[in-house]
């Protein structure tokens, strides 16, 4: 049953940053006091910096349970961790050195062997630490996510297999911009998370934003993000929101 996704409005990427920080807090909390453990996937790209670097100041580090935390990547691009399009190297540099989570919970794509065992070795991880639930799949509690200006979202890109993939939790692809060898989990994992967390910044987002949120026809792939029993939350600010029309969706961020 496809539900309506709520589209939260922030004044400025600033506001932005801080709305994601603190949803990334609230589902840590909550995941931690509920099962003892929280399990989130990060996206790359240039929108969730801001986020990444909030969890490293006081006043969101100290309310994160980082001694239970386990953080993956939803995806990544097949370069050397001290390259600037690297994912995870721009997360160690943003935060990661600065918080205290054990590099035993830290999970980076394994970006330095050939990309299909690269895709397998990930998906071993995966079973590694993760609850599995309906179909075997395994279950983050929080996935966040970008979109490119073209629909794309993770490493999935318009026109590709990867898109059809129904089995592979992660595959190996190439393409987007850097137009790389990348590692990406697939839609099935995507789908099954319990909450999924779309961030988008910049009027250069504005036009993708209208296509996807009011326009119904499912051809993107980030149309394809349909959670199957968690929450879908779109964080925009007032920018990237500018073409919205449809007020039914919008609720706007205190
Ligand atoms: C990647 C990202 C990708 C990103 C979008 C938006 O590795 O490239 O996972 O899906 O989220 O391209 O990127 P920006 O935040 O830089 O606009």
Not at 69 to 85: E, G, K, Q, S, T
Request: with cysteine; proline share 7%; aromatic share 8%.
């Amino acid at each position: 049953m496809f539900r309506r996704p709520v589209v939260r409005i922030a004044e400025e990427p600033f506001e932005l940053a801080k709305a994601a920080a603190n949803t990334f807090v609230v589902a840590a909390k909550e995941s931690v006091q509920e099962k003892g453990k929280f399990f989130a996937a990060l996206s790359g790209g240039s929108t969730p910096r801001a986020m990444h670097r909030l969890l490293a100041e006081e006043l969101f580090c100290l309310e994160v349970p980082w001694s239970d935390i386990h953080l993956f990547w939803v995806d990544d691009r097949c370069v050397p961790y001290a390259n600037p399009a690297s994912n995870f190297g721009v997360a160690r540099e943003d935060f990661l050195n600065r918080v205290p989570v054990s590099p035993g919970q830290i999970h980076p794509m394994p970006i330095h062997i050939l990309p299909e065992e690269g895709a397998v070795q990930y998906e071993r991880e995966l079973k590694k630490f993760l609850p599995l639930g309906q179909g075997g799949l395994p279950v983050f509690d929080l996935i966040v996510l970008g979109i490119g200006q073209d629909g794309h979202t993770a490493s999935l890109f318009p026109g590709q297999a990867a898109l059809d993939e129904a089995e592979k939790w992660v595959v190996a692809v190439k393409g987007g911009n850097p137009d790389v060898n990348r590692l990406t989990l697939t839609f099935p994992v995507l789908n099954q998370a319990g909450q999924i967390v779309f961030l988008a910044s910049g009027r250069e987002k504005a036009s993708i934003l209208k296509t996807v949120l009011e326009d119904g026809t499912l051809q993107l792939p980030v149309q394809r993000i349909q959670p199957i029993s968690g929450n879908l939350t779109w964080l925009l600010d007032q920018e990237a929101a500018s073409l919205l029309s449809d007020e039914k969706i919008v609720v706007q961020l205190h």
